[in-house]
């Protein structure tokens, strides 16, 4: 008898220490500068991250061919059409990338969580209509304070393209 009674108080100790640790690892985890708000507004889970598409732009087969204001017109539309989506909340970050032998232009990260939907909006931009770009995708997971950037952008940017 007396060796169960010692059983029970040790699995009751046990069971009892356990859920002080998890109360004080709940607690832990849930930093106090964290802003519920923001998070919801940028698609945030629990550990601040989401699901985004890298589109990797790379050199098309009509680069070449698509010259005077038929090349202008489909950048000045490539850039409104990325204004276009960061403002709809679908583009968090885009730009070009530095000289490399990978025939690779730029990047767009598309705050979409599948292939097929990233797809739908590069196919929008007049630069990847017009053949200047072709698009290979990645599924990606990342932080959601990417979303951020287009607003951040806004204030730091004395010129647009």
Known sequence: ?????????????????????????????????????????????????????????????????????????????????????AEEGKLAVAGPFGQNDKTFRGLFILAVPTVDEAKKLAETDPAVKAGIFIVDYIPWFGSASLMATPEIHKKIAKTNP
């Open 1 to 85: 008898m007396r060796d169960l009674i010692h059983t029970i108080l040790t699995i009751t100790f046990v069971i009892f220490l356990g859920s002080a640790i998890n109360a004080q690892t709940d607690t832990k985890a849930q930093d106090p500068k964290f802003d519920a708000e923001l998070a919801k507004k940028l698609g945030a889970n629990d550990m601040g991250m989401r699901n985004y598409v890298l589109a990797i732009l790379k050199t098309g087969p009509n680069d070449a061919t698509v010259k005077g204001d038929e090349r202008t017109k489909a950048f000045r539309g490539h850039f409104e059409n990325m204004t276009r989506l």
